[in-house]
C-alpha cells in the first residue's frame, strides 16, 4: 500500500528550495495528499515551463517528461527531471502488470501553475 510521511515530503520540499532558491524567482507548493502521494505545483519561474504559453496551468506526466519537452525546451525538461527525481527518492514500483500486481512506494504528481493560482514567468 502507497504510503509517505511527513518528515519525508519535509525533506523532499527543503532539496527542491534548496536547487530552486525564491531568490532566483522561483515558488513552489509542495504537498502530501491522501498519506499516499506527494504533489509538487511550479508556481512561478523564472523560465517558460508550459508546453503552451497560453495555459494558466498544465499537469506534467512524470513517467513523459523527455518525450514531451524534446526539442520544445532543454532547460524545462532538465528541470522538471531534476525535480521529478527528488520528488521520487526512496521511491519503488515493485508493480508486474502480468500478473495484475500493482506496488508502489508513493504517488507523484507534478503541475504546472494550479487551477487556482496560475504559473507566473518572472
Given amino acids: 500500500m502507497a504510503y509517505i510521511t ?3 515530503v519535509k525533506e523532499m520540499r527543503n532539496t527542491i528550495k534548496n536547487l530552486f532558491p525564491v531568490k532566483d524567482g522561483w515558488k513552489f507548493s509542495i504537498t502530501r495528499d491522501h498519506y499516499s502521494s506527494v504533489s509538487c505545483s511550479i508556481l512561478q519561474a523564472p523560465i517558460e515551463l508550459r508546453v503552451n504559453e497560453n ?3 498544465e499537469n506534467v506526466n512524470n513517467f513523459w517528461i523527455n518525450e514531451r519537452y524534446n526539442g520544445l525546451n532543454d532547460k524545462a525538461t532538465e528541470i522538471l527531471t531534476k525535480i521529478n527525481d527528488v520528488l521520487n527518492l526512496n521511491n519503488f514500483d515493485k508493480s508486474d502488470i502480468q500478473s495484475d500486481y500493482f506496488h508502489v512506494g ?3 504528481t507534478i503541475r504546472i501553475g494550479q487551477w487556482d ?3 507566473i514567468k518572472i
Wanted: glycine share 0%.
Fill in 117 to 119: 493560482k496560475p504559473f
Fill in 6 to 8: 511527513t518528515e519525508s
Fill in 55 to 57: 495555459n494558466t496551468n
Fill in 106 to 108: 508513493h504517488y507523484v
